[in-house]
Each structure stands twice: as structure tokens, then as C-alpha cells.
């Protein structure tokens, strides 16, 4: 098993201060309805790596995390069971107070 990388974002967290979307553009974007992130890269590659962490420290609100994704069998479905019990924790399972 390999293990991918991925951007978690926590809309209800979020800001919108658009600090991401200025560190890389090609991976963030903001929501037309109410400007929180939205995230454009399923998974992060190399060449991308620098500037997701840049833009998850950058984050003022914390809403952004680097996150590990294993890749194998059980995650044929691109991680959408991990997202949906992320999105009923919040990112990184933090508490939102």
C-alpha cells in the first residue's frame, strides 16, 4: 500500500479570507455563494506538496489540513466514506468552539 496525500478543508470553519487560493491557486478556489474554500485536487502530488503546506499555515481560521490517505482496495471510492465522517467531525476530528 502507498500513501497519498490529501487536502481536508472544513467549510464550516472557514473564513474566507482567501489565503490559500493566493498561495496556490491551481489547488484552491473560493465559493461563489459565501467565499469559503473549495478545494480543486482530489489528491496532492510532489511538485504541489510546498505550497499546500504553505497555504495550510497561512490558513488564519485553521479550516486546512495536510492529511494521509491510504490507497488500496478499501479506498476505491476516492476516500468519499472518509470525507462524509470527516464533515461530521470537522477537519481533523477537532472540535469547532
Known amino acids: 500500500m502507498s500513501t497519498e496525500l490529501r487536502i481536508a478543508a472544513d467549510?464550516?470553519?472557514?473564513?474566507?479570507?482567501g489565503?490559500?487560493?493566493?498561495?496556490?491557486p491551481e489547488l484552491f478556489d473560493q465559493s461563489e455563494d459565501d467565499g469559503t474554500v473549495v478545494v480543486l485536487a482530489d489528491?496532492?502530488?510532489e511538485d504541489d506538496l510546498d505550497k499546500v503546506?504553505?497555504?495550510?499555515?497561512?490558513?488564519?481560521s485553521g479550516a486546512l489540513?495536510?492529511?494521509a490517505?491510504?490507497?488500496?482496495?478499501?479506498s476505491a471510492t476516492g476516500g468519499?466514506?472518509?470525507r462524509a465522517a470527516e464533515g461530521a467531525t470537522g477537519a481533523?476530528?477537532?472540535s469547532r468552539g
Not at 53 to 60: D, G, I, K, N, Q
Open 80 to 82: 468519499a466514506a472518509e
Open 65 to 67: 489540513a495536510l492529511k
Open 19 to 24: 489565503q490559500c487560493v493566493l498561495t496556490a
Open 11 to 17: 467549510r464550516a470553519r472557514c473564513v474566507g479570507a
Open 53 to 60: 503546506r504553505e497555504a495550510v499555515h497561512l490558513c488564519p
Open 69 to 74: 490517505r491510504e490507497a488500496g482496495p478499501l
Open 43 to 45: 489528491g496532492v502530488g
Open 92 to 94: 481533523g476530528g477537532r
